[in-house]
């Protein structure tokens, strides 16, 4: 253990971003604040602690420069986050995290370091046992990093570690699973917000799509204004880091997690970092942001009186896109784009994951959300249990028909703490041999197999969609309609980036293509 510490608590968020996107990282994905370690920070501010963040996504660190800083600072305790920029992300970015640890673990051993995150919090036990680490957190993060900086603080030689709750940690041979700790319920008193002036502002950038028709992309911020989910979607792994905390309180973590911060402290910080960095691209990182009226109304009418000239973008739900006047509100405090879940067309499908909606319903809420002037990034599934050709190729023509401003074509995938991780393990499914693996655009990409198709071929479906739906005539006439002619020359860059792949498969002739 360190003995003599510099800032109590160092917040590292990994790179790897070239692993994770490919060449897509260099220029067209976005390059976000990490919000939870944010967030981690304001909380042990509060507590009292000093802190410090270090980017290494945004500052291409290597491993190497990330042990320098550390040995450097001299921390109480390292915590290497890997929640990612959404629940899925957080698994891809275990590679990364990974390379850190071991980096520290060979240049600075003294200094204890802890990984938290969604990845970690689904996987605890298997988590510690394989990395470089002294701790893994097997919940949300803000009071277990409090109560073991108090251990580290009290008996840096000894610290009595079986006090420290959520925490996960070696006693000599033996892996220990301590009491899960609460998830914060007190967002306004203990984590009102971000700790904006730890972060390297300067470095952060929107991605290619939300900044259609403006002219930068930076400077860029992405905030919550929710935490945690209230629905529990099989793909999705968004309840693992608060899953345990809840249970030992006798609540259901399903139902329990979704919390809402104030709205008059989300404005506060849209109008600071407005005011202090001049951000205007902004994301709703809300796993559904469009929901609470009451919530969403307030936000918006608070960003309306700021006045400023925003860019922000949220995800929706098509049953939550159904108040005309709401969406014109949010069009009038910045929203310009919505994110809205539209999985598949097949009504096959969509019955076997219990999700999605009927076709009409669909372009009825689009629809509203266009009329409204906001412009729709539709999200669109193909590897579903119940997917084949036919049904994937019902959902692409679908897509097309919408011809939404942008769209995102993703493939199944069984993310650790999603059901479809534990249906996958209980059946013996192949999955990714690496956890880059689970990234969409990794090399090693490997979603799920259906019942008809191989992981392989559903991921060169989806490659091939890709191309198919951006490089058609009547997209490219609505963009440059719409955003104009730079962004139509950004489109055809985009489309012509490669994703090259280890796994991939023939793709038959269309089906039904029309």
Not at 35 to 49: E, P, S, V
């Given at each position: 253990?360190?003995?003599?510490?510099?800032?109590?608590?160092?917040?590292?968020?990994?790179?790897?971003?070239?692993?994770?996107?490919?060449?897509?990282?260099?220029?067209?994905?976005?390059?976000?604040?990490?919000?939870?370690?944010?967030?981690?920070?304001?909380?042990?501010?509060?507590?009292?602690?000093?802190?410090?963040?270090?980017?290494?996504?945004?500052?291409?660190?290597?491993?190497?420069?990330?042990?320098?800083?550390?040995?450097?600072?001299?921390?109480?305790?390292?915590?290497?986050?890997?929640?990612?920029?959404?629940?899925?992300?957080?698994?891809?970015?275990?590679?990364?995290?990974?390379?850190?640890?071991?980096?520290?673990?060979?240049?600075?051993?003294?200094?204890?370091?802890?990984?938290?995150?969604?990845?970690?919090?689904?996987?605890?036990?298997?988590?510690?046992?394989?990395?470089?680490?002294?701790?893994?957190?097997?919940?949300?993060?803000?009071?277990?990093?409090?109560?073991?900086?108090?251990?580290?603080?009290?008996?840096?030689?000894?610290?009595?570690?079986?006090?420290?709750?959520?925490?996960?940690?070696?006693?000599?041979?033996?892996?220990?699973?301590?009491?899960?700790?609460?998830?914060?319920?007190?967002?306004?008193?203990?984590?009102?917000?971000?700790?904006?002036?730890?972060?390297?502002?300067?470095?952060?950038?929107?991605?290619?799509?939300?900044?259609?028709?403006?002219?930068?992309?930076?400077?860029?911020?992405?905030?919550?204004?929710?935490?945690?989910?209230?629905?529990?979607?099989?793909?999705?792994?968004?309840?693992?880091?608060?899953?345990?905390?809840?249970?030992?309180?006798?609540?259901?973590?399903?139902?329990?997690?979704?919390?809402?911060?104030?709205?008059?402290?989300?404005?506060?910080?849209?109008?600071?970092?407005?005011?202090?960095?001049?951000?205007?691209?902004?994301?709703?990182?809300?796993?559904?942001?469009?929901?609470?009226?009451?919530?969403?109304?307030?936000?918006?009418?608070?960003?309306?009186?700021?006045?400023?000239?925003?860019?922000?973008?949220?995800?929706?739900?098509?049953?939550?896109?159904?108040?005309?006047?709401?969406?014109?509100?949010?069009?009038?405090?910045?929203?310009?784009?919505?994110?809205?879940?539209?999985?598949?067309?097949?009504?096959?499908?969509?019955?076997?994951?219990?999700?999605?909606?009927?076709?009409?319903?669909?372009?009825?809420?689009?629809?509203?959300?266009?009329?409204?002037?906001?412009?729709?990034?539709?999200?669109?599934?193909?590897?579903?249990?119940?997917?084949?050709?036919?049904?994937?190729?019902l959902t692409l023509d679908f897509a097309k028909e919408l011809n939404t401003e942008f769209a995102?074509?993703?493939?199944?995938?069984?993310?650790?703490?999603?059901?479809?991780?534990?249906?996958?393990?209980?059946?013996?499914?192949?999955?990714?041999?690496?956890?880059?693996?689970?990234?969409?655009?990794?090399?090693?990409?490997?979603?799920?197999?259906?019942?008809?198709?191989?992981?392989?071929?559903?991921?060169?479906?989806?490659?091939?969609?890709?191309?198919?739906?951006?490089?058609r005539p009547e997209y490219r006439a609505m963009v440059q309609r719409t955003f104009g002619p730079?962004?139509?020359?950004?489109?055809?860059?985009?489309?012509?980036?490669?994703?090259?792949?280890?796994?991939?498969?023939?793709?038959?002739?269309?089906?039904?293509?029309?």
């Amino acid at each position: 253990m360190a003995s003599e510490a510099g800032v109590d608590l160092l917040l590292v968020n990994p790179g790897g971003r070239g692993r994770i996107y490919q060449n897509l990282g260099t220029e067209l994905a976005a390059k976000e604040p990490p919000i939870w370690a944010g967030l981690l920070a304001t909380h042990a501010r509060r507590r009292g602690r000093s802190v410090a963040i270090l980017d290494a996504n945004a500052l291409d660190l290597a491993p190497a420069d990330v042990a320098r800083e550390v040995e450097a600072l001299r921390p109480r305790l390292v915590v290497v986050t890997v929640y990612g920029h959404n629940p899925n992300a957080s698994t891809f970015a275990m590679p990364g995290a990974t390379d850190i640890c071991d980096a520290l673990a060979t240049a600075v051993p003294e200094v204890p370091v802890m990984l938290l995150g969604g990845h970690v919090a689904a996987l605890p036990e298997r988590t510690l046992r394989e990395e470089n680490v002294d701790f893994v957190c097997g919940g949300e993060g803000p009071i277990t990093i409090d109560e073991l900086l108090g251990a580290l603080a009290a008996s840096p030689q000894r610290p009595e570690l079986q006090k420290v709750r959520g925490l996960w940690w070696w006693d000599g041979d033996t892996v220990v699973q301590n009491p899960p700790a609460p998830i914060v319920r007190d967002l306004a008193g203990e984590m009102p917000g971000m700790a904006w002036d730890l972060l390297p502002m300067d470095r952060y950038r929107a991605h290619n799509w939300h900044c259609f028709g403006r002219p930068d992309r930076a400077p860029y911020a992405a905030l919550y204004t929710t935490l945690g989910c209230p629905f529990t979607c099989t793909f999705c792994c968004i309840q693992a880091p608060f899953k345990s905390g809840e249970a030992a309180a006798g609540l259901d973590p399903t139902k329990n997690s979704y919390r809402r911060f104030d709205p008059q402290h989300v404005v506060a910080q849209i109008a600071r970092l407005h005011a202090d960095h001049g951000v205007q691209n902004v994301k709703i990182a809300d796993e559904l942001f469009l929901l609470h009226k009451d919530h969403v109304g307030a936000i918006c009418d608070g960003l309306i009186e700021l006045g400023a000239d925003l860019n922000l973008w949220a995800y929706a739900r098509v049953d939550t896109c159904r108040d005309a006047a709401l969406l014109a509100r949010m069009r009038q405090a910045g929203v310009r784009w919505l994110a809205i879940g539209i999985e598949s067309a097949s009504e096959t499908v969509r019955a076997g994951v219990d999700k999605g909606y009927r076709p009409e319903a669909i372009a009825k809420a689009i629809g509203l959300v266009r009329e409204a002037g906001i412009h729709v990034m539709g999200n669109y599934i193909f590897g579903l249990p119940d997917d084949d050709h036919a049904s994937m190729r019902l959902t692409l023509d679908f897509a097309k028909e919408l011809n939404t401003e942008f769209a995102n074509f993703f493939s199944a995938m069984a993310y650790p703490g999603s059901q479809l991780y534990r249906d996958a393990i209980r059946r013996g499914w192949p999955l990714p041999a690496s956890w880059a693996g689970y990234s969409q655009h990794a090399r090693d990409s490997l979603p799920l197999p259906t019942r008809h198709l191989t992981g392989a071929e559903v991921l060169s479906f989806r490659d091939a969609a890709f191309v198919e739906y951006f490089d058609r005539p009547e997209y490219r006439a609505m963009v440059q309609r719409t955003f104009g002619p730079a962004t139509a020359a950004e489109v055809a860059r985009m489309v012509a980036q490669p994703l090259p792949r280890v796994h991939t498969a023939p793709r038959p002739e269309p089906v039904g293509a029309r």
